[in-house]
């Protein structure tokens, strides 16, 4: 189904999942993989990043892992290169599949309520789109001024406004809810991302390239950038 390799032996993590106890977790795929895996890979991503921002369900998550580890998570194993970690922030480790390493992680999402959706050819349930959106606007408050990032979460949050924004815009209940956490800094570090996108070119050519970003999103980074000028 997935066309990039690296995206195929994540699916394949995805399909050792136990479904079940992630949906009773409220626990759902997120981040900038599960975004790329749904909107025709324009890029590639190499981690696996969940997001649980229930109590309960992340309780849950603590009793399946304990001395278990994330093969606790597992219908059936898959080989792990570390220890898993757990605490009250996330439980964490490093997947093998193919003789490839994938980090894995959970993340125990306090800053905002997030909800889950089923996607066509997913195995696993996903952050819905509100919920990824606002995700991403926090991510860019977070590190967008890190250079080291690429500015992925504000060339991911361009390509995902154009596919399921509001009229090609970031959709105001993602702005709202992203600001509930931040504030204002949501807006401040949107701009930044963008201006530094827009005006400075080789640097913009080198995250296109290190992201491997397909030709169609970047006509649609490329235009949306454009457009940003006026």
């Keep these: 189904m997935f066309e990039r390799e690296h995206h195929r032996r994540i699916a394949s993590v995805l399909a050792a999942l136990d479904a079940t106890l992630l ?3 409220r626990c759902w795929f997120g981040g900038g993989t599960a975004i790329a895996m749904q909107l025709g890979e324009y890029r590639e991503s190499v981690d696996i990043d ?4 229930d109590r309960d369900g992340y309780r849950l998550l603590r009793s399946a892992v304990f001395g278990r580890g994330v093969q606790g998570l597992m219908r059936y194993p898959v080989r792990e290169l570390r220890e898993s970690r757990a605490d009250q922030y996330g439980i964490r480790s490093v997947l093998e ?3 490839v390493p994938i980090k894995f992680e959970i993340v125990r999402e ?3 309520d997030l909800a889950g959706s089923q996607v066509s050819g997913m195995p696993v349930g996903c952050v819905d789109r509100m919920g990824l959106f606002a995700e991403k606007l926090l991510a860019n408050v977070d590190r967008g001024l890190d250079r080291s990032t690429l500015s ?3 060339l ?3 390509v995902m406004q154009q596919a399921w924004g509001d009229a090609g815009e970031l959709p105001k209940s993602a702005w709202m809810l992203a600001e509930s956490a931040y504030g204002d800094a949501i ?3 949107w701009r930044v991302a963008i201006e530094r996108l827009r005006d400075e070119p080789d640097y913009r050519v080198r995250c296109l390239d290190a992201l491997d970003i397909k030709p169609d999103a970047r006509t649609c980074i490329e235009d949306f950038l454009g457009r940003s000028r006026s």
């Design 156 to 158: 991911d949050l361009i």
């Design 23 to 25: 949906e009773q977790s």
């Design 97 to 99: 599949v193919e003789g």
């Design 187 to 189: 807006g401040k570090g």
């Design 110 to 112: 306090a800053r905002i």
């Design 152 to 154: 992925r979460d504000a």
């Design 50 to 53: 969940f997001l649980c921002a």
